[in-house]
């Protein structure tokens, strides 16, 4: 069974609008128990301020709406631009399936495509094996491997149009399992997140083909 998980930060606007409504609603507690009057014309409940004191509440609460508003006004662009431009940077996809047929299974899907294998490195090997000389024993991976790969068109596009995409290539895929777990597989990769939009055209086929290497191994050998 497909699980696919996309880190993200909705909680910093689910944040907001929570700390609003509950900031409203002690405004409703203070109506309701007679601070500050419902509309201008409505009876206190208990009569408990004289005119002057209503005029000093009703002023008082619509001084508070109106900071209530320009607040939320302000932190609409903010939270726009986190959901606009902040895609979260790590897209993963977990599924059962063996290791090693995974990992070949890439390996084939890229040679399916005319692509070639970059490098790969052993991160898991490698943390076992100084994680020794560290005194770490911890352990963190069932196994991991990150693929290195590259295609000569979509590198050029990147290239040509801007000479400083040159940190987003080769492309990765991370394969792994975690100990708990190691019949479980994970498969990640990193967006290629710039500073605006002017790139936007030759970043994403980026994502797009490890999308599709992805979901074609997944296809082939999830359980």
Same mark, same amino acid.
């Given at each position: 069974?497909?699980?696919?998980?996309?880190?993200?930060?909705?909680?910093?606007?689910?944040?907001?609008?929570?700390?609003?409504?509950?900031?409203?609603?002690?405004?409703?507690?203070?109506?309701?128990?007679?601070?500050?009057?419902?509309?201008?014309?409505?009876? #206190?409940?208990?009569?408990?301020?004289?005119?002057?004191?209503?005029?000093?509440?009703?002023?008082?609460?619509?001084? #508070?709406?109106?900071?209530?508003?320009?607040?939320?006004?302000?932190?609409?662009?903010?939270?726009?631009?986190?959901?606009?431009?902040?895609?979260?940077?790590?897209? #993963?996809?977990?599924?059962?399936?063996?290791?090693?047929? !995974? +990992?070949?299974?890439?390996?084939?899907?890229?040679?399916?495509?005319?692509?070639?294998?970059?490098?790969?490195?052993?991160?898991?090997?490698?943390?076992?094996?100084?994680?020794?000389?560290?005194?770490?024993?911890?352990?963190?991976?069932?196994?991991?491997?990150?693929?290195?790969?590259?295609?000569?068109?979509?590198?050029?596009?990147?290239?040509?149009?801007?000479?400083?995409?040159?940190?987003?290539?080769?492309?990765?895929?991370?394969?792994?399992?975690?100990?708990?777990?190691?019949?479980?597989?994970?498969?990640?990769?990193?967006?290629? #997140? +710039?500073?605006?939009?002017?790139?936007?055209?030759?970043?994403?086929?980026?994502?797009?083909?490890?999308?599709?290497?992805?979901?074609? !191994?997944?296809?082939?050998?999830?359980?």
């Amino acid at each position: 069974m497909l699980n696919s998980r996309i880190i993200t930060k909705e909680f910093i606007s689910k944040t907001i609008l929570c700390h609003a409504r509950k900031f409203l609603s002690g405004i409703h507690v203070f109506i309701n128990i007679g601070f500050l009057p419902k509309t201008p014309d409505r009876n #206190i409940q208990g009569q408990a301020c004289r005119n002057d004191n209503k005029r000093i509440c009703l002023v008082t609460y619509r001084l #508070i709406s109106i900071l209530c508003l320009l607040s939320l006004t302000a932190c609409a662009p903010l939270l726009k631009t986190a959901g606009e431009a902040g895609k979260e940077p790590v897209v #993963i996809y977990t599924f059962n399936a063996d290791y090693e047929e !995974v +990992w070949d299974g890439l390996k084939m899907a890229l040679d399916g495509r005319g692509l070639a294998v970059s490098s790969v490195s052993h991160v898991g090997e490698m943390l076992e094996r100084t994680g020794k000389d560290l005194g770490r024993t911890k352990k963190i991976y069932g196994e991991a491997r990150v693929l290195e790969f590259c295609s000569a068109v979509i590198s050029r596009d990147m290239m040509e149009k801007n000479p400083h995409f040159l940190p987003f290539c080769p492309y990765q895929i991370m394969v792994y399992t975690l100990p708990e777990d190691e019949k479980k597989v994970y498969l990640s990769y990193r967006r290629l #997140i +710039w500073k605006d939009d002017s790139g936007k055209d030759v970043l994403e086929p980026v994502e797009k083909l490890n999308e599709e290497l992805i979901k074609e !191994v997944i296809e082939m050998y999830g359980k």
